[in-house]
């Protein structure tokens, strides 16, 4: 098993930046892929990045790209998310997720799921 447990969620200014964190332990980093997602009220969680073990191959939805940069730190057990530049439209649930596959998808087809952090952007 592996517990992941996001943060730094929290209220920003449209045009600020914001770090959201996502610790993983237990078995830790048996994924290849580490992915954040979100979601909305009354809309499907949709994907935002996924980043490989590695750190070699990143992934993002169209409507993140050049704002927002997904990294790894596996010494530490760590994935990030810098979000520049947050909209008003980027408000969700923000959900870290690990797979064990090393075929990145953009699905919701990940092993182990955290328990989400709130993002609120003020316009």
């Known amino acids: 098993q592996v517990q992941l447990v996001e943060s730094g969620g929290g209220l920003v200014q449209a045009g600020d930046s914001l770090r959201l964190s996502c610790a993983a332990s237990?078995?830790?980093?048996?994924?290849?892929?580490m992915g954040w997602f979100r979601q909305v009220p009354k809309k499907e969680r949709e994907f935002v990045a996924a980043i490989s073990r590695t750190g070699s191959r990143t992934y993002y939805t169209d409507s993140v790209k050049g704002r927002f940069t997904i990294s790894t730190d596996n010494a530490k057990n760590m994935v990030y998310l810098r979000m520049n530049s947050p909209k008003p439209e980027d408000t969700a649930v923000y959900y870290c997720a690990v797979r064990n596959s090393p075929v990145v998808v953009r699905t919701q087809e990940y092993d182990y799921w955290g328990q989400g952090t709130q993002v609120t952007v003020s316009s």
């Open positions: 237990g078995r830790t980093f048996s994924g290849n892929v």
